[in-house]
Nanobody, 122 residues
Framework: QVQLVESGGGLVQAGGSLRLSCAAS????????MNWFRQAPGKEREFVGR????????TYIDSVKGRFTISRDNAKNTGYLQMNSLKPEDTAVYYC???????????????WGQGTQVTVSS
């Protein structure tokens, strides 16, 4: 089992920055990737990006490319989502998810953080 605890959400003005953290504990050696999702009110949960745990390869959706940066510190077993140039449409609850399994080339979301609210005011 892996436990994920998120922190770092809050209220920020448009154009501002926030950094989310996702601290992993337990069987962290089994993690293959850390994924970030968000869910805005009345909308479905949306994939934001991913970092592979060993190689550090990142993937982002188009709407956050150039603004968001995903990183990880293996020594601290912590992943980060640095969000710059925030827009009101980035307002959502942000979740991290740990991938332990890869099925048919797709990272599975085996473990979830509790979510943290990010609110961007205009």
């Amino acid at each position: 089992q892996v436990q994920l605890v998120e922190s770092g959400g809050g209220l920020v003005q448009a154009g501002g920055s926030l950094r989310l953290s996702c601290a992993a504990s337990g069987r962290t050696f089994s993690l293959k990737a850390m994924n970030w999702f968000r869910q805005a009110p009345g909308k479905e949960r949306e994939f934001v990006g991913r970092i592979t745990w060993s190689g550090g390869l990142t993937t982002y959706i188009d709407s956050v490319k150039g603004r968001f940066t995903i990183s990880r510190d293996n020594a601290k077993n912590t992943g980060y989502l640095q969000m710059n140039s925030l827009k009101p449409e980035d307002t959502a609850v942000y979740y991290c998810a740990g991938s332990e399994r890869v099925v048919f080339g797709r990272y599975q979301n085996d473990y979830w953080g509790q979510g943290t609210q990010v609110t961007v005011s205009s």
